[in-house]
């Protein structure tokens, strides 16, 4: 995972941007404003402003009416925020049991904020558990097991859900 200095400092906004070009790069080889658009359900509008910010960090080139393309630094960048959301999204169902839907949607929530640090270690764990079958496998189960005997009034998050 990459800090850089002050081209690094991006939105969360903008990291969503750089992603979902990404993506659509990756379906249909390239991306425009249209798709961007239409992808993230926001106007061609706000798109082309927030291009305009991509492109002055370097993150981007676009001239109007052209195709999104991604500097090599824009591209590891969206690159960074893809693994770090498909590695939570497995840590939470795979490891935690969580639905893979919500898995998935806090993962893409949380790809902002977590440290590379913390995906490191949860890409280790992850190989842990695999490298180590049966222990590993039984450890998953025995926090599964506990998860679901835990009293749901223990949880603040569980309170919440039931308010």
Do not use: W
């Not at 839907?101 to 902002?112: F, N, T, V, W």
């Not at 640090?117 to 190989?127: L, Y």
């Amino acid at each position: 995972m990459r800090n850089t200095g002050p081209r690094s400092k991006l939105t969360e906004s903008m990291e969503m941007y750089l992603k979902t070009i990404l993506q659509i790069q990756r379906h249909r080889q390239v991306a425009r404003v249209r798709d961007i658009a239409e992808a993230l359900d926001v106007s061609m509008s706000s798109v082309t402003a927030a291009l305009k910010g991509l492109a002055a960090r370097s993150f981007i080139r676009h001239d109007r009416y052209e195709y999104v393309q991604l500097t090599d630094e824009g591209r590891r960048r969206a690159e960074d925020l893809l693994y770090k959301c498909e590695v939570m999204g497995k840590f939470f169902s795979v490891c935690l049991g969580v639905e893979e839907g919500i898995a998935k949607s806090d993962a893409c929530l949380m790809e902002h904020v977590v440290s590379g640090e913390t995906i490191d270690r949860m890409v280790s764990f992850m190989e842990f558990l695999e490298r180590e079958k049966n222990k590993g496998q039984k450890m998953v189960d025995a926090f599964q097991s506990h998860f679901l005997r835990a009293k749901p009034s223990a949880s603040p998050a569980r309170r919440r859900q039931r308010s």
